[in-house]
């Protein structure tokens, strides 16, 4: 089992930030991404043209709304999630680079995390907020910041934690590919497969994947943009 060694690190202060790492360098998987994905997928040039404006726009919109809530639980989690408001951890961006992914703090904090990439979620971690947010999803909202740095999309595949993601670039057939876009705050594979753990779990996961890079377009985009907001108002996050 692989341990991951870190410590509670303030980004923004102690009250706002928990950083996993405190080691965290951003790196390169490889300089020369495959591409034959890229050849074989034939997105519509406006589509392309437009997810971009359209990903700033909407995150434009859902920014007061971030602020809400983040005040909001900046004034309760004294009281139901004791930590930092905001988490933060490296994940694996678009073209295998490694970017830090911010979400509302939902679990207790740690210095030391032993979960491999194969282990199942800690939910003995998880705070009664947190268990709120993470079905709502609100835990995800943060993210909209990722998406106004450019290292995020509102739908793309779900970004893995760099440690985790390097080992499956060598190990699951197609991870690679799948990193030819930006990663999204929500995916094709995420609302069909959900949570997912385990070397097969993650093979299907890249195979849902690849399948929206070579089928993106307003219909792909609008089917999961309805069943994430069906999960958000249903609860039915993990």
Known sequence: MTVVTGT?????GNILVFDQTNTFKPQIVTKSVDLAIKKNASPHWFFL?????????FCIVLFPIFLVVALSLLISNPFFNKGPLFYSQ???????RAFRLFKFRSMRCTDKLSRSSNDPLETDRITSLGRFMRKSRIDELPQIL?????????IGPRPDYFHHARRFVQSVPGYRERHTVRPGISGL???ELGY?????????????????IRNAGFRMEMRIFWKTILTVVLHRGV
């Not at 043209?49 to 726009?57: E, H, S, V, Y």
């Not at 990722?146 to 509102?154: E, I, T, W, Y």
């Open 90 to 96: 490296p994940r694996m961006g678009k073209n295998c």
């Open 49 to 57: 043209a437009c997810k971009r404006p359209f990903d700033i726009l």
């Open 146 to 154: 990722n998406v106004l740095a450019g290292d995020m999309s509102l």
């Open 8 to 12: 509670p690190k303030p980004v923004w």
């Open 189 to 191: 594979a995420q609302i």
């Open 196 to 212: 997912i753990e385990g070397p097969d779990a993650t093979a299907r996961k890249v195979k849902s994947d690849l399948h929206y």
